[in-house]
T-cell receptor
Framework: AQTVTQSQPEMSVQEAETVTLSCTYD???????LFWYKQPPSRQMILVIR??????QNATENRFSVNFQKAAKSFSLKISDSQLGDAAMYFC??????????FGQGTELSVKP | DAMVIQNPRYQVTQFGKPVTLSCSQT?????MYWYQQKSSQAPKLLFH???????NEADTPDNFQSRRPNTSFCFLDIRSPGLGDAAMYLC????????????FGPGTRLTVL
């Protein structure tokens, strides 16, 4: 069975600085998708970024980028120029070809002004 | 805008009193999911519908049921809520072909008195 591990329960970053959230996963599948979701306090979970396993190029969405290391089964999220609105719980998620999402435990990110 | 809508946003019920949570979507996605999320934890998948086909997770209690009368609507019925069922309930949707990321609703926070 697939598993997703986020080893950092909490992280903190200074406004305008860069922070990296870690995620590792375990799978025997070759075709899959990886996601980072953001869930602000009492607010909706939204997709931050997605990565298809067959793509070697790391996904980027504005200030958010990933470092996808397929052989190492690592999928970290880098947030550049951190803003107060980035404070949230971040979930790494794996989606197999069957469609179900497997979430990591989450990393709570705080941003200090 | 296309979206996933959950009603009500907050629901209070009494121990043992049946409750129904609703989810609707304007995305025309054929897959709909129900998750339970407790404080500071990852969402836990309860079940999902692939069109009209119901797929229950093995560890979902019988106390939880679901109905999907049409593509747009899906309901979560909790037949006899216990104190342990107090949680945020998230509805999500996705396309099935090709499989895409899941889009989440804002959630319904259930309180059991």
């Amino acid at each position: 069975a697939q598993t997703v591990t986020q080893s950092q329960p909490e992280m903190s970053v200074q406004e305008a600085e860069t922070v990296t959230l870690s995620c590792t996963y375990d799978t025997s599948e070759s075709d899959y998708y990886l996601f980072w979701y953001k869930q602000p306090p009492s607010r909706q979970m939204i997709l931050v970024i997605r990565q298809e396993a067959y793509k070697q190029q790391n996904a980027t969405e504005n200030r958010f980028s990933v470092n996808f290391q397929k052989a190492a089964k690592s999928f970290s999220l880098k947030i550049s120029d951190s803003q107060l609105g980035d404070a949230a719980m971040y979930f790494c998620a794996y989606r197999s070809a069957g469609g179900k999402l497997i979430f990591g435990q989450g990393t709570e990110l705080s941003v200090k002004p | 805008d296309a979206m996933v809508i959950q009603n009500p946003r907050y629901q209070v019920t009494q121990f043992g009193k049946p409750v129904t949570l609703s989810c609707s979507q304007t995305l025309n996605h054929n897959v709909m999911y129900w998750y339970q999320q407790k404080s500071s934890q990852a969402p836990k998948l309860l079940f999902h519908y692939y069109d009209k086909d119901f797929n229950n997770e093995a560890d979902t209690p019988d106390n939880f049921q679901s109905r999907r009368p049409n593509t747009s609507f899906c309901f979560l019925d909790i037949r006899s809520p216990g104190l342990g069922d107090a949680a945020m309930y998230l509805c999500a949707t996705s396309r099935a072909d090709p499989v895409t990321e899941q889009f989440f609703g804002p959630g319904t926070r259930l309180t059991v008195l």
